[in-house]
């Protein structure tokens, strides 16, 4: 059995949280390879913070992002 990602079982979430970080002006991109396995992995450019990347979990909204410094 093959488990649907959260932003297949979550109608509508990932654009919310695509919308509030461009409402924000966050620069982001997606990792494409990992969002083709099932990840939302992004990689985001905080200007003085430097860049980060957050990735968000198989049982998203369920359980929190995480965020890594690069």
């Not at 979430?13 to 919308?19: H, I, K, P, Q």
């Not at 620069?27 to 990689?43: I, P, R, T």
């Not at 905080?46 to 957050?54: C, E, I, P, S, T």
């Amino acid at each position: 059995m093959t488990c649907k990602p959260w932003w297949e079982t979550c109608p509508g979430r990932l654009n919310y949280e695509l919308n509030a970080l461009e409402k924000a002006s966050i620069e982001y991109s997606k990792d494409d390879g990992s969002f083709a396995k099932g990840l939302l992995c992004l990689n985001i450019s905080m200007g003085d913070v430097g860049k980060l990347q957050v990735v968000f979990p198989d049982l998203y909204p369920y359980f929190r992002f995480e965020i890594y410094g690069h």
